[in-house]
């Protein structure tokens, strides 16, 4: 792998590492996305080895899929709501979305 990846690589990652650290999880979600992205570019540009494709490409998705950042909106009276529908709550994962039903109490 040429140098100037695994460095940008690294970088990504560190800087998803301090974001997490200063308990700021939605800018660590953003930072995975690149990250994520960034993976798959230099896979597809043939700059990581064939070798270590696999294990970079799943290890970007696991963190990918282990930060995320819960978005919220007001519903109609003005209280915050998690978005979804009907006792779902929809949480942004990189660029993805997740849901998972919910119980709803009350």
Do not use: W, Y
Not at 22 to 47: H, M, P, Y
Request: net charge negative; with cysteine.
């Amino acid at each position: 792998m040429p140098r100037a990846v695994g460095k940008d690589l690294a970088a990504k990652s560190d800087q998803i590492a301090d974001a997490l650290d200063s308990g700021n999880v939605c800018e660590a979600a953003k930072l995975a996305d690149r990250l994520k992205n960034a993976v798959e570019a230099a896979v597809a540009g043939g700059q990581v080895p064939p070798a270590f494709q696999g294990e970079l490409e799943q290890t970007a998705t696991d963190l990918q899929n282990e930060v995320n950042c819960e978005e919220q909106k007001q519903d109609d009276k003005g209280k915050g709501k998690k978005k979804g529908h009907d006792g779902e709550d929809e949480t942004t994962t990189l660029g993805t979305t997740l849901s998972t039903t919910t119980e709803e109490s009350g």
